[in-house]
């Protein structure tokens, strides 16, 4: 017993001095982003108020999608889902489109994210019942529907595109790429980043009953937990963080499989910590993301600003497939 607590406490101690050292690796991401200018340095109020608005913006995107990767992968049991990859990102993209042209152009921002939402549980529910084999989530099954879903959602996207203005259509083509949306205002920034903040407190409380619901069903069962009830507030959960993340960012690729998988790597699978590893590390993945892409503006006298989805797609493209192949290696997949 002596010997269990006291490995405990070093598990703890390390995954503190992890979470920490994240932590701090934001921070200083942050103020980077904060002096980076045409010159480098603090800047006055007006143009700091912007790049407030633009890192803020970049944050809670980057705590968005992470801990709705670490969730579906959690509740899919697959280390290879995340928002983007299994078509919950472009669900979600879909809704707002769809939005813009309806309910959104009459209830706003509030319009678009209950569309966003729905579709994105819309595009969950459907994947989480044709990936089903006998019961259980068939990996292969997932990523395939996964790859069918965002091929359809993007298809209807592009319908919706060619009935809306030419210029509403070239500025969501960009925010498509995964590019930082500067047009929402500081309440309604401040309103979305507040839902992430509370979903994510909430998803982190979980942790302890979602490292329960990743054991076979007949063990969690018997230690108590209602994996039906389980299930669906972790579809509630990653459907709205997606929601929120899309409207930030658009359908921004990857930062939902990297994040989590790389914080797993060193903190393990527990999902307290790995909730929170999580989150740090999705922020300062699209805060560098963000940082990169106005070095690159400077570096190259680019006329506008390069989505940050761009980045991601071609860092977290090849780690996706290193990740697929080992998977196909372990058998994981067949």
Same mark, same amino acid.
């Given at each position: 017993m002596m010997h269990a607590d006291a490995a405990r406490r070093r598990f703890e101690r390390r995954d503190g001095v992890v979470l920490l050292a994240l932590a701090l690796g934001l921070a $200083?991401?942050?103020?980077?982003?904060?002096?980076?200018? /045409? =010159?480098?340095?603090?800047?006055? /109020? =007006?143009? $700091?108020?912007?790049?407030?608005?633009?890192?803020?913006?970049?944050? /809670? *995107?980057?705590?968005? $999608?992470?801990?709705? +990767?670490? %969730?579906?992968? *959690? %509740?899919?049991?697959?280390?290879?889902? #995340?928002?983007? !990859?299994?078509?919950? #990102? /472009?669900?979600?993209?879909?809704?707002?489109? !769809?939005? !813009? =042209?309806?309910? +959104?152009?009459? %209830?706003?921002?509030?319009?678009r994210s209950a569309c966003a939402f729905l579709t994105a549980m819309l595009t969950l529910s459907v994947l989480y019942l044709l990936s089903q084999r006998r019961g259980w989530i068939d990996p292969l099954g997932l990523l395939l529907v996964g790859v069918i879903l965002n091929a359809i959602n993007g298809a209807i996207i592009m319908l919706v595109q060619t009935l809306i203005p030419a210029n509403l259509g070239k500025s969501l083509l960009l925010w498509m790429f995964g590019a930082l949306n500067e047009n929402l205002s500081w309440p309604w920034l401040w309103i979305l980043a507040s839902v992430i903040l509370v979903v994510s407190m909430v998803a982190v409380m979980m942790g302890r009953s979602i490292d329960l619901a990743t054991f076979p069903d007949s063990e969690a069962q018997a230690l108590g937990l209602h994996l039906g009830r389980m299930r669906l507030m972790l579809f509630a959960l990653a459907g709205l963080l997606t929601a929120v993340a899309v409207q930030l960012v658009g359908p921004l690729g990857f930062v939902g499989l990297i994040g989590p998988h790389a914080v797993r790597l060193i903190l393990g699978p527990r999902h307290t910590p790995l909730l929170i590893g999580s989150a740090l590390a999705g922020a300062a993945l699209v805060v560098a993301g963000d940082l990169a892409v106005k070095l690159i503006y400077h570096l190259t006298q680019q006329r506008a600003l390069l989505p940050v989805g761009v980045l991601m797609a071609i860092i977290g493209g090849p780690i996706f497939l290193v990740m697929l192949r080992r998977q196909l290696g372990r058998g994981a997949l067949s």
């Open positions: $200083l991401l942050c103020v980077a982003r904060l002096m980076m200018g /045409s =010159t480098f340095g603090w800047p006055d /109020s =007006t143009v $700091l108020d912007f790049r407030a608005h633009r890192l803020l913006t970049a944050v /809670s *995107a980057g705590v968005a $999608l992470a801990v709705a +990767g670490a %969730l579906l992968q *959690a %509740l899919l049991r697959n280390p290879l889902a #995340s928002p983007y !990859i299994i078509g919950v #990102s /472009s669900g979600a993209a879909l809704g707002v489109v !769809i939005a !813009i =042209t309806g309910a +959104g152009a009459v %209830l706003g921002w509030g319009g």
